[in-house]
């Protein structure tokens, strides 16, 4: 009997495991079931050029250098005339340079993604029309709190991955 009741109970909570895409699979395709991209917050950082209008990006050449880690996601204001219009979500890859301990560099990123988000609202990283994230002026706003924090010669490479904006309707 206790056998039996094994059965059914792993059955039962392995076919809600699966629906939930949660089964593996495979595929090229990264929104295909099990490869990460059911997740919907995982799913504005995975977005790909064809998926929207993307700007392009400089990329860091090895994802899996060891001294380039990315920052969690960051959520900013966007605003216009002192007004909020909106938030953008960015996700944001650095690299630290050499004789950088970044292990240290990353046990303090909450303290950084706090510098980040006070920096941004007390200068608007936003466009002129607080519609979208103005890349280059976030990256010399951001860039700065870093080496604040880290030290002058800290960060070797600052890159934002992705960006996503959501307006207020108004």
């Known amino acids: 009997m206790r056998l039996i009741l094994a059965i059914l109970m792993s059955l039962v909570l392995q076919s809600g ?3 939930l895409g949660g089964g593996g ?3 090229d395709d990264r929104r295909s079931s099990g490869s990460g991209g059911g997740n919907r917050f995982l799913l504005i950082f995975n977005r790909t050029e064809a998926d929207g209008d993307a700007e392009p990006e400089e ?3 090895d994802d899996s250098d060891p001294r380039a ?3 969690p996601a960051l959520v900013v204001p966007l605003s216009v005339d002192g007004r909020l219009t909106g938030f953008a979500y960015v996700s944001m890859r650095l690299r630290a340079a050499d ?3 970044v292990w240290t560099m990353q046990e303090n990123a909450h303290y950084a993604l706090d510098a980040l988000v006070r920096a ?3 200068t608007p990283v936003g466009d ?3 519609q979208a994230l103005n890349r280059e002026r976030a990256l010399d706003v951001w860039r ?4 604040d924090l880290y030290g002058a010669n800290a960060i070797d490479r600052l890159e934002i991955r992705s960006a996503d904006t959501r307006l207020f309707d108004r």
């Open 17 to 19: 495991a699966l629906a």
């Open 25 to 27: 699979g495979g595929g």
């Open 59 to 61: 990329e860091i050449e």
């Open 69 to 71: 880690f990315t920052l």
């Open 99 to 101: 004789g950088q301990n």
């Open 120 to 122: 941004s609202y007390r």
């Open 128 to 130: 002129e029309r607080g």
């Open 144 to 147: 700065g709190v870093l080496q």
